[in-house]
């Protein structure tokens, strides 16, 4: 059973592009998670979605961030217009579900901006 | 707003110490509280909490929940030069379901 994916691992954008992050949640795993780390900072959530469905985007910045999660496919976090402080460690995690159902995280993919 | 603050920030220590980390949180509708290992790379899941006074184990590391006191640490005897690592807490409540809200960790370094 694969555990979450992420790619790309390591993305480098100039500034003012537009940077695609994707995850794939663990076999069965219908709710989809992420969290931004900054150098020498811990997890920051941004997001929570499940199938078509954003249900907590309140750790998103308001501009230039956006996510999906469709029917069928990849999570997709999307960074428009890149700046350098959007340079971090982007991690998605996966579980079944709500009700104490642990995360599972991805191997993060790491954003540089240049 | 939810908080979550772990202590120490940082830890060195000899192997074959015993250690102790702190892990305080303010949480409304506290639902669960999870102990991550994190290397160089994602996190990886160690326990989760959600009744006061319920030891968990695995190995040498253990962990237990106060809710009343609002806090939990997490004990790892007799390390080792792999326990080296991050060590993050993360709460999750029930009004923000799904959203974890994580300390900025403890990062522990284990001297051969």
């Known amino acids: 059973n694969a555990g979450v994916m992420q790619n790309p691992r390591h993305l480098v954008r100039r500034r003012g592009q537009e940077a695609r992050l994707r995850c794939s949640p663990m076999?069965?795993?219908?709710?989809v998670y992420w969290y931004r780390q900054l150098p020498e900072e811990g997890l920051k959530f941004m997001v929570y979605?499940?199938?078509?469905?954003?249900?907590?985007e309140s750790g998103m910045p308001k501009e230039r961030f956006s996510a999906e999660f469709p029917k069928e496919g990849p999570s997709i976090l999307r960074i428009q217009q890149v700046v350098r402080g959007d340079s971090a460690a982007y991690f998605c995690?996966?579980?079944?579900?709500?009700?104490?159902?642990?995360?599972?995280f991805g191997p993060g993919t790491r954003l540089t901006v240049t | 707003e939810d908080k979550v603050v772990q202590s120490p920030l940082s830890l060195v220590v000899h192997e074959g110490d015993t250690v102790t980390l702190n892990c305080s949180y303010e949480?409304?509708?506290?639902?669960?509280l999870l102990w991550y290992k994190q290397e160089k790379k994602a996190p990886t899941f160690l326990f989760m909490l959600t009744s006061s006074g319920i030891e968990k184990k695995s190995g040498r590391l253990s962990s237990i929940l106060d809710k009343k006191e609002l806090f939990s640490i997490l004990n790892i005897t007799a390390t080792q030069t792999g326990d080296s690592a991050v060590y993050l807490c993360a709460v999750e409540s029930d009004t923000n379901a799904g959203k974890s809200t994580f300390g900025d960790g403890t990062t522990l370094t284990v001297k051969p």
């Open positions: 979605l499940q199938k078509e469905n954003i249900i907590d």
């Open positions: 995690a996966s579980s079944k579900g709500l009700g104490s159902y642990e995360q599972y």
């Open positions: 949480v409304t509708n506290f639902r669960s």
């Open positions: 076999k069965g795993h219908s709710h």
